[in-house]
């Protein structure tokens, strides 16, 4: 297995877990909400927060690990960012819309959770790109 930061793991980690919690809170948590046609009360209906953050956690180191994997011991800043930024865009938000497209999902949406993902995995790679 090659050897990546697991300092960078984690901090990637922490840093798009509250990434997240920024996104889907302030920043576009109402839209999202609309766009799915919910309320943050129907939400927290049978909400598990020990179940969804905790898989939400390990769901986001294990995208950090094997970016770590993917992008190679002590990478370069700016590609980096760049794979990052890819990997967001291209590939998560390419599969995202593609299933948008078949489920009929707006583009609102769509932008919101692809922008998620791209601005998500920019972060991870410059944390690699520092850290790694």
């Known amino acids: 297995m090659p050897t990546i930061s697991w300092l960078a793991v984690?901090?990637?980690?922490?840093?798009?877990?509250?990434l997240g919690a920024l996104w889907y809170g302030p920043l576009f948590g109402k839209p999202w909400m609309a766009e799915h046609g919910t309320?943050?009360?129907?939400?927290?209906?049978?909400?598990?927060?020990?179940?969804?953050?905790?898989?939400?956690?390990?769901?986001?180191?294990?995208?950090?690990?094997?970016?770590?994997?993917?992008?190679?011991?002590?990478?370069?800043?700016q590609r980096s960012i760049g794979w990052g930024v890819a990997v967001g865009l291209v590939?998560?938000?390419?599969?995202?819309?593609?299933?948008?497209?078949?489920?009929?999902?707006?583009?609102?949406?769509f932008m919101i959770n692809g922008g998620y993902h791209t601005a998500r995995f920019a972060i991870i790679g410059a944390v690699f790109g520092y850290l790694g």
């Open 10 to 18: 984690l901090v990637a980690t922490v840093l798009s877990f509250g």
């Open 39 to 77: 309320t943050a009360e129907e939400l927290m209906e049978g909400f598990n927060p020990a179940k969804t953050y905790g898989a939400t956690f390990v769901l986001a180191a294990l995208s950090a690990i094997l970016f770590g994997v993917f992008i190679g011991e002590a990478p370069e800043l």
């Open 91 to 109: 590939w998560v938000s390419g599969a995202l819309g593609t299933i948008y497209l078949f489920e009929s999902r707006t583009m609102r949406l």
